[in-house]
């Protein structure tokens, strides 16, 4: 395990937090469960139908000790689910569609999280990342404040000689396509902060491009030069710089030479991507090439912490991600409406 990985599971071990999972008949998920319960990172509680759940488990060959089992058709169950989705959705939402998603363990655990009785939701595994980001928008909803619902990837590069292993955030690389610099600028912002929290080392932020510090124009540098603009306006708290190419923002010579008063320049941390299409070829390049190990894409932005997975997961992805939302996730506060 990664130096920040152990850092990252300690903090998750010391704050206790209650995780859902809402895939019983997937055994990738039923197996995690049972690690995470076992190893004590959180604890957990599987929503869905209780005889699925352990017809999944025989053939894992796991017990689930520890886990707590919450019956997707328990009457109670479905009809709290419906009644925060009215108060979530109001008249958007048809009494078909209602009693559809209430039945849904997927939505029955985003609300339990939203009513803080659990901390946060890792599911994703059989579900398309659209279902996820609905039952998170709608029954967590957005922080205070917030207004970009977007991903980050943490990434762990290997040791190269005596180095010690390189710790980068990569964000969005999941869920915006095209955001404008208001979104990029509170991506850069919300992924910094992320950054912090994970590693408990400084964020060093750069927004890139194909030019640095105005060694072309197009619309597109402009964008990423606003949202640092934008940003810095925000946060004057943090180091933030861009525009800056990806040699700029990794290389200390690269990066003294192009931008020699920046001090982010060369030592970048956090790596902001101008679009989707940049950010998903960034880290798999940095996954497939350089054998970095990318753990997410993690959820930032939402009012407490929800996760989606990779439908190619393994077990031991689904472990990882979890950890990572436990680490992040903070107490249950009362619901937002």
């Known amino acids: 395990m990664s130096a920040v990985m152990d850092r990252i599971r300690r903090t998750a071990k010391l704050r206790g937090r209650r995780l859902l999972l809402a895939e019983a008949g997937d055994e990738r998920i039923v197996r995690a469960a049972d690690r995470l319960a076992r190893e004590g990172i959180a604890r957990i509680g599987m929503v869905g139908s209780r005889a699925t ?5 025989r053939r894992a060959g796991v017990a689930l000790t520890g886990v707590e089992v919450i019956e997707s058709g328990d009457a109670a169950e479905v009809e709290r ?6 108060a979530a959705r109001g008249e958007k939402l048809s009494g078909a569609d209602v009693g559809k998603y209430a039945s849904d363990p ?8 939203r009513l803080g009785l659990a901390d946060s ?3 994703g595994a059989t579900r398309a990342t659209a279902d996820v980001l609905r039952a998170s928008l709608w029954l967590v909803g957005l922080a205070p404040g917030n207004r970009t ?3 980050f990837f943490l990434m762990v590069c290997p040791p190269v000689g005596a180095a010690k292993e390189r710790v980068l955030v ?4 999941a869920v915006v396509p095209d955001p404008t610099a208001e979104q990029l600028a509170e991506i850069g912002v919300m992924a910094a902060d992320h950054f912090q929290r994970l590693t408990g080392e400084v964020p060093h932020t750069a927004f890139l491009s194909f030019s640095t510090r105005g060694s072309a124009e197009h619309p597109r540098i402009e964008k990423v030069r606003n949202a640092v603009a934008l940003a810095r306006a925000n946060r004057p708290d943090l180091h933030l710089d861009g525009e800056l190419q990806l040699d700029a923002a990794l290389d200390p010579g690269v990066g003294q030479r192009k931008a020699p008063d920046s001090v982010v320049a060369g030592h970048a941390n956090v790596l902001v991507f101008p679009d989707l299409d940049a950010g998903n070829i960034g880290y798999k390049l940095a996954q497939r090439l350089a054998g970095a190990q990318a753990y997410g894409p993690m959820l930032m932005g939402l009012a407490r912490q929800g996760n989606d997975l990779s439908r190619g ?9 979890a950890t990572i939302a436990c680490a992040l996730a903070a107490a ?3 619901a937002v409406t």
């Not at 689910?81 to 009215?86: F, Q």
């Not at 997961?313 to 991600?321: F, G, H, I, P, Q």
């Open 53 to 57: 759940l352990k017809e999944t488990a």
């Open 81 to 86: 689910t419906a009644a925060e989705l009215r």
């Open 106 to 113: 997927l939505f029955q655990a985003a609300t339990r999280v």
């Open 121 to 123: 939701f890792v599911v």
């Open 149 to 151: 619902l977007s991903s």
């Open 170 to 173: 990569f964000a969005d690389c």
């Open 313 to 321: 997961c393994s077990a031991e992805d689904v472990v990882e991600t």
């Open 332 to 334: 249950p506060a009362p």
